[in-house]
């Protein structure tokens, strides 16, 4: 099982950017998604999760400008990202709770995806 995100880049003050995060291979199941990010220096924070059931969770300091979605038929979730800050530069992480066709439930990580506002 593997997670690709991309649609990270250089984006300017009040902007918008969409990532996305794809999971393949032997899957049988997937459960909770999520983002985080990390900016240098910082330690790793959750940005937003998304279960089964359409609960989500924002971290205080993105409500209400980030939206995270799901699209099971692609096995990929979504961050939707507006009104962009210099704060949000990090790289974004994507994890799934993926229960593979040959094996227990896990987390799984994306290699991660740059983005950069500029003030």
């Known amino acids: 099982v593997q997670l690709q995100a991309s649609g990270g880049g250089l984006v300017h003050a009040g902007g918008s950017l969409r990532l996305s995060c794809a999971a393949s291979g032997s899957i049988f199941s997937i459960y909770g998604m999520a983002w985080y990010r990390q900016a240098p220096g910082k330690q790793r924070e959750l940005v937003a999760s998304l279960t089964t059931t359409g609960s989500t969770i924002y971290a205080p300091s993105v409500k209400g400008r980030f939206a995270i979605s799901r699209d099971n038929t692609k096995n990929t979730v979504y961050l939707r990202m507006n009104s962009l800050e210099p704060e949000d530069t990090a790289v974004y992480h994507c994890?799934?709770?993926?229960?593979?066709?040959?094996?227990?439930?896990?987390?799984?990580w994306g290699q991660g995806t740059q983005v950069t506002v500029s003030s």
């Open positions: 994890t799934m709770q993926i229960r593979p066709r040959d094996g227990y439930v896990g987390s799984y």
